[in-house]
Nanobody, 119 residues
Framework: QVQLVESGGGLVQAGGSLRLSCAAS????????MNWYRQAPGKQRELVAT???????NYADSVKGRFTISRDNAKNTVYLQMNSLKPEDTAVYCCHAVRYRLGSRSDYWGQGTQVTVSS
């Protein structure tokens, strides 16, 4: 099992910044991909950013140039640095991990952290 705990959400004014953290514990070996998703009220869940074990990253068009995903393997933590925040970034942000082991895939989710951007 892998446990994911997010932190760093909160209320910020438009144009401000926040850094989200996702700390992983448990059987973290073979975690290949870590993602940040978000879901706003009444909207579908959106994949915001991805980082692989090799350090490759990918971003949703809506956050490119504003958000940066990174990982600290020594701390088993993934970060999402969010700059130039907009009211439309308001959502619950969740950390997601994908682990491949012995040919099978397992998905793990954190509980989510609320980000609210005021105009």
């Amino acid at each position: 099992q892998v446990q994911l705990v997010e932190s760093g959400g909160g209320l910020v004014q438009a144009g401000g910044s926040l850094r989200l953290s996702c700390a992983a514990s448990g059987s973290i070996d073979s975690i290949n991909v870590m993602n940040w998703y978000r879901q706003a009220p009444g909207k579908q869940r959106e994949l915001v950013a991805t980082i692989t074990n090799g350090g490759s990253t990918n971003y949703a068009d809506s956050v490119k140039g504003r958000f940066t995903i990174s990982r600290d393997n020594a701390k088993n933590t993934v970060y999402l640095q969010m700059n130039s925040l907009k009211p439309e970034d308001t959502a619950v942000y969740c950390c997601h991990a994908v682990r491949y082991r012995l040919g099978s895939r397992s998905d793990y989710w954190g509980q989510g952290t609320q980000v609210t951007v005021s105009s």
